[in-house]
């Protein structure tokens, strides 16, 4: 069965410095991973997937995120941190053929002035 | 997240009573999905369906919770008999139904549930 492991429940950086979430996956099949950011009380919005094409994936807001088969890992970074990315962000993987996506618990992301 | 609509946002209801949280899909999608977030936890997976059929229901509680999504008209999850443990963010999802490859499911903005 896949899973994730989002590393870190809250992360703080300043603004303009690098950002930087881990997450971690599990899963017995090529997967499909995703990453996805929820401002308070809504709904959650795709920054980026990754489904076996090239391994850096680019997504909306600057951000983006590197497939490394090897550490079982695709972690976000956005080189420069911006007020708005204050945010929580989840991991989330799906086998392929399978419609089910498998959360992490989510890492809260301060940017600090 | 534009397109899916659930309602009501905000429900509050007593112990005991029943709690139903719709949701209508995006135009053209066909495949619907229940997540609930408990505070400080992720979002976990209760139940994906298509019209008429469910599909996987792995994640939903035993008693209590069920899930339809008829032929016409939007999915409803129902929560009977509510206890103060239900109180959470429900959010659904939806996708065309051809897999997640390739595609990508689309959330609504949740609906909060509040149990007193």
């Known amino acids: 069965a896949q899973s994730v492991t989002q590393l870190g429940s809250h992360v703080s950086v300043s603004e303009g410095a690098l950002v930087l979430l881990r997450c971690n996956y599990s899963s017995s099949v090529p997967p499909y991973l995703f990453w996805y950011v929820q401002y308070p009380n809504q709904g959650l919005q795709l920054l980026l997937k990754y489904t076996s094409a090239a391994t850096l994936v680019k997504g909306i807001n600057g951000f983006e995120a590197e497939f490394k088969k090897s550490e079982t890992s695709f972690h976000l970074t956005k080189p420069s941190a911006h007020m708005s990315d204050a945010a929580e962000y989840f991991c989330?993987?799906?086998?392929?053929?399978?419609?089910?996506?498998?959360f992490g618990k989510g890492t809260r992301l301060h940017i600090l002035p | 997240n534009a397109g899916v609509m659930q309602n009501p946002r905000h429900l509050v209801r007593r112990r005991g009573q029943e709690a139903r949280l719709r949701c209508s899909p995006m135009?053209?999608?066909?495949?619907v999905y229940w997540y609930r977030q408990l505070p400080e936890e992720g979002l976990k997976f209760m139940v994906y369906?298509?019209?008429?059929?469910?599909?996987?229901e792995s994640g939903m509680p035993k008693e209590r919770f069920s899930a339809e999504f008829p032929k016409e008209g939007p999915s409803i999850l129902r929560i009977q008999q509510v206890v103060r443990g239900d109180s959470a963010a429900y959010f659904c999802?939806?996708?065309?139904?051809?897999?997640?490859?390739?595609?990508?499911?689309?959330f609504g903005e949740g609906s909060w549930l509040t149990v007193v």
């Open positions: 999802a939806s996708s065309p139904g051809t897999g997640i490859s390739g595609n990508t499911i689309y």
């Open positions: 135009k053209g999608h066909s495949h």
């Open positions: 989330a993987v799906s086998d392929k053929g399978d419609d089910k996506i498998i």
């Open positions: 369906l298509q019209k008429e059929n469910i599909i996987d």
